[in-house]
């Protein structure tokens, strides 16, 4: 079952734009990470964030989460057409390895 | 280092044929996963494993066998391939750095598209 579900599905914007990808969850946490997948290659991970943390950066990236609403967000400042890809947060609820659960992604499409 | 590699890159299949995913890494990570891709579905995880000799179900299981002899292959093996079976199949590791059973950063494999006519 899907865990994290993110929002928007899709989003398109133009470079230097900044894009922000929305993810909530049903259960306590462990971790959350995000990935980016583009078109027809395996998923690369992003960045890890623990469920004692509230914020995180990594370049570009600014991930943030909010245990209280079970969210997190992803935000991509000044975005490139490399950006373009299909983003996936998944979430570990620390009950076992591989319980790592992916939602359904949002598709960033960064036009030049 | 190769990281994670899966073979063939793509494949089709009749109804009713068996066939073997490959997938191998070279990081020596203690952990491995199956997951299958579907359009608007995200990833589902098909089985994992957390060292040679150890396997365990995921969330679709159903028509997948897996084993691991070594840690460095972990193949999935289709015993009647059905149409529902059609998907892009990912391989990933992981490691875990401090002990517990957290998941920690995956690293995956180009993927496998099975096509089952």
């Known amino acids: 079952s899907q865990q994290g579900e993110e929002d928007p599905q899709a989003l398109s914007i133009q470079e230097g734009e900044n894009a922000t990808m929305n993810c909530s969850y049903k259960?306590?946490?462990?971790?959350l990470q995000w990935y980016r997948q583009n078109s027809g290659r395996g998923l690369v991970h992003l960045i890890l964030?623990?469920?004692?943390?509230r914020e995180k950066h990594s370049g570009r990236l600014r991930v943030t989460l909010d245990t209280s609403k079970k969210s997190s967000s992803l935000l991509i400042t000044a975005s490139r057409a490399a950006d373009t890809a299909s983003y996936f947060c998944?979430?570990?609820?620390?009950?076992?390895?591989?319980?790592?659960?992916f939602g359904k992604g949002t598709m960033l499409l960064v036009s030049p | 280092n190769a990281g994670v590699t899966q073979t063939p890159k793509f494949q089709v299949l009749k109804t009713g044929q068996s066939m073997t995913l490959q997938c191998a890494q070279d990081?020596?990570?203690?952990?491995m996963s199956w997951y299958r891709q579907d359009p608007g579905m995200g990833l589902r995880l098909i089985h994992y494993s957390v060292g040679a000799g150890i396997t365990d179900q995921g969330e679709v299981p159903n028509g997948y066998n897996v084993s691991r002899s070594t840690t460095e292959d972990f193949p999935l093996r289709l015993l009647s391939a059905a149409p529902s079976q059609t998907s892009v199949y990912f391989c990933?590791?992981?490691?875990?750095?401090?002990?517990?059973?957290?998941?920690?950063?995956?690293?995956f494999g180009p993927g496998t598209r099975l096509t089952v006519t």
């Open positions: 964030i623990r469920s004692n943390e």
């Open positions: 990081m020596n990570h203690e952990y």
């Open positions: 259960t306590s946490i462990n971790n």
């Open positions: 990933a590791s992981s490691y875990s750095n401090d002990g517990t059973w957290a998941t920690y950063e995956q690293y």
């Open positions: 998944a979430t570990d609820p620390g009950s076992g390895y591989s319980t790592l659960t």
